[in-house]
């Protein structure tokens, strides 16, 4: 297998978690996003979609979108789990992950690419040019603050974001956490203790640094 990867960017990273977590090595390919190489009609060729990651397996078949890139990975490679071993696990889980996707991850990218001038015109990925919006840069730093606080709240019931077992929904909220820190200082508040407590231990983790 071979995935197509960029070190500035949180999407490949959930996959390079999760391929660490599973113990699986595979070729990986940088793709130069600064450089607008995502558009490319040789990346177009592997992903017509223009977004990393995608997962290239050994029949040439060109696998996108991170859940569906890692839920091919969880039944190609069960152990451990990462989606939760029983179907009510798998639900909760998957239910989980979306959410932190959806409330996390999503107002993340959407700051940055609303309020970077780097980003001009390309204010959704993919491959047309969508202009920048001001005023959803100002709504997702909203959307993010009640994000942390819901998270919060969840992780004070639960050692995991989704149970007491370590899943891919974690993998998205530290990759969401991470990501609107480093790209556009949104730093996890202060006095979120549950929160806090979960994220010392889950970005300790190995896998996370993949
Ligand atoms: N829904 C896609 C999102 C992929 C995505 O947005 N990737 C970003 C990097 S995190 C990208 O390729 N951006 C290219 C661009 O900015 O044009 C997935 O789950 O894989």
Aim: aromatic share 8%; net charge neutral.
């Amino acid at each position: 297998m071979k995935l197509y990867d960029s070190h500035t960017s949180p999407n490949p990273r959930r996959v390079r978690i999760f391929l660490a977590e599973k113990g699986i090595a595979v070729e990986k390919i940088a793709v130069n996003l600064a450089e607008r190489e995502q558009l490319t009609p040789a990346y177009r060729a592997i992903n017509s979609r223009c977004v990393v990651p995608t997962l290239v397996l050994d029949d040439g078949t060109a696998l996108g979108e991170v859940p569906a890139i890692c839920r091919y990975i969880e039944e190609t490679h069960p152990e451990p789990p990462l989606f939760g071993r029983t179907p009510l696990e798998r639900a909760v889980a998957a239910m989980w992950e979306r959410r932190v996707e959806l409330e996390g991850l999503f107002p993340g990218m959407e700051l940055l690419r609303n309020a970077n001038p780097a980003l001009k015109d390309r204010a959704i990925t993919g491959p047309r040019n969508y202009a920048q919006i001001a005023e959803l840069a100002e709504r997702a730093r909203a959307r993010l603050s009640d994000f942390f606080a819901d998270l919060d709240a969840r992780l004070a019931e639960t050692r995991f974001v989704a149970g007491e077992s370590f899943s891919f929904a974690d993998i998205t909220a530290v990759v969401a956490i991470d990501f609107a820190a480093k790209r556009s200082g949104i730093a996890m508040p202060e006095g979120l203790p549950a929160l806090a407590r979960w994220y010392a231990a889950v970005s300790s983790r190995p896998s996370m640094s993949a």
